[in-house]
């Protein structure tokens, strides 16, 4: 079975940067899509960023363009999330997720690859905390 493990959280002033980092172990499948998704208290959790992992094309929240990028290492089975300029507005808990091998996954993420019922296997959450 696939396991993800998030790691890279912590507390960082407005304006610092954080990487976060998602260990995958199992086969996720060749053109899977991973995501980042975040919840603060209260509130829904969002899609952040999604990476298909096969042509590594991305799609990003608009609140996060420009500041976010998603990538990868296929050689460290490691999901990647750098967040510059960061803002007290991205607190929050946040996931990464993966559709799996047999999950829909298409060739140029948009908008629907937010829909958590894809995700078929999720981390437990890392914490970023962004004061101002």
């Known amino acids: 079975q696939v396991q993800l493990v998030e790691s890279g959280g912590g507390s960082v002033q407005a304006g610092g940067s954080l990487r976060l980092s998602c260990a995958a172990s199992g086969y996720t499948g060749r053109s899977a899509c991973m995501g980042w998704f975040r919840q603060a208290p209260g509130k829904e959790r969002e899609g952040v960023a999604v990476i298909n992992t096969y042509f590594r094309t991305t799609y990003y929240a608009d609140s996060v363009k420009g500041r976010f990028t998603i990538s990868q290492d296929n050689a460290k089975n490691t999901l990647y999330l750098q967040m510059n300029s960061l803002k007290p507005e991205d607190t929050g808990m946040y996931y990464c997720?993966?559709?799996?091998?047999?999950?829909?996954?298409?060739?140029?993420?948009?908008?629907?690859?937010?829909?958590?019922?894809?995700?078929?296997?999720w981390g437990q959450g890392t914490q970023v905390t962004v004061s101002s």
């Open positions: 997720a993966t559709t799996g091998r047999n999950g829909r996954c298409r060739a140029v993420p948009g908008p629907e690859s937010f829909s958590e019922y894809d995700y078929s296997y």
